[in-house]
């Protein structure tokens, strides 16, 4: 995840190297616990066309139950894990919701929750704050005219915009989630006014990875494409951040935005007020799979992320928690460097990126180490650096 507003305030004000710890922290390594992912259930009341996890009505019967799902945050209090994201399918059809929110809090992993927002009423968000929610993040993808069908819920756009402000009012922090394809790039500048319109802290416009659903029937931009949305994503972070605008703009599924967003903040504020933007992008470390993030799947397995179903960390049925530190995909992913091919291997902004998905790698080639095919970079960039002016990607 790229906050692409905070990089921009780090540039406009000038801060010091000293000052830079409190306003960004650095990337995790593997030795540390990572954020989980955890997706409660398979259950759904959408079928959005993109679901990375298959999501249906159907309930999977390994889904871990009450009592193994507190077992596991207790291991995951113990690990040291600082955050723990509640997802799905749709994580409000769990009739124990509650009580997972209240026993992350009480044992010391602060919760957060990603939904589709359509069940989120008062009662349930009022509840839900009470019991130590921080975070509250929906999806919407575009129009409703497009949200609803692409979605498969009539009314569904509507319903989880009042499910943001039912959030809002209840004192938890929001964001907005749109996953871009070909179909509805077009409309990310009106999604952000919906953002600020909600009161909502966080845009979020998320890159389309081939997981799940979304290896068929949708089509991702191609990388000229994602180009030219990212420098438009940039240009509106400043116009807003500029107006001081309370909603922040931030992009993920596609790590080489980072290079991107320094190549494109050099031409703006120039190489010295730049320089703390690009310590905290070699910081941070790109792509964070296995390293500073992994997922539960709804069948209690473990993976890197919550795209790479392909790669099983531990199973919960059958393994503590700290299997699932220890597995040795997590050193490699720490060292991917080592690991990468093709352009990534030799790119100059590899630090700053991370090689970017792996699971995207795998899925359109075959080899989980293969240069990500999504990155936006040139040739030239990727072979020469430093980054000259932004120029356009060839179609």
Known sequence: MLTISR???????????????????????????PVVVWNLTRRCNQRCEHCYAT???????????????LNVLDQMAEAGVPVVIFSGGEPMLRPDLL??????????????????????????????????LGYLGVSIDGPAEF????????RGRERAVRGLEAARDAGVRTGLRMTVT???????????????????SRFYVSHLVQSGRAREGVTAL?????????VELFELALTHHEAESKTAIVTGGNDSAGPLLLNWMRGHFGAEATAPVEDLLRARGGNSAGTAMMCIGPDGEV?????????????????????ALRHPLRAQLAERAKH????????TFVDLCGGSHRERALALTGDPWASDPACVLLPTEVERGPLAAPSPHPA
């Open 7 to 33: 990089y921009l305030d780090i540039a406009r004000r000038g801060l010091a190297p000293e000052h830079l710890r409190t306003v960004m922290p650095g990337r995790y390594d593997a030795s540390r616990a």
């Open 55 to 69: 999501a249906s009505a159907l309930r999977d019967p390994r889904e871990l139950d009450t009592a193994a799902c």
């Open 99 to 132: 009580e997972l929110v209240q026993h992350a809090t009480k044992v010391g992993v602060r919760p957060q929750l990603s939904s589709n927002g359509t069940l989120a009423t008062p009662a349930l968000l009022e509840q839900l704050s009470a019991a130590g």
């Open 147 to 154: 949200n609803d069908v692409f979605r498969g819920m009539p």
């Open 182 to 200: 070909s179909e509805n790039s077009e409309h990310v500048a009106d999604m952000f006014g919906l953002a600020e319109s909600v009161g909502a």
């Open 222 to 230: 191609s990388p000229a494409r994602t180009r030219e949305l990212l």
């Open 303 to 323: 993976h890197p992320d919550q795209f790479w179903n392909a790669a099983v960390l531990a199973d919960l049925h059958d393994e503590p928690f700290a299997n």
């Open 340 to 347: 990468l091919k093709g352009p990534c291997a030799s790119c």
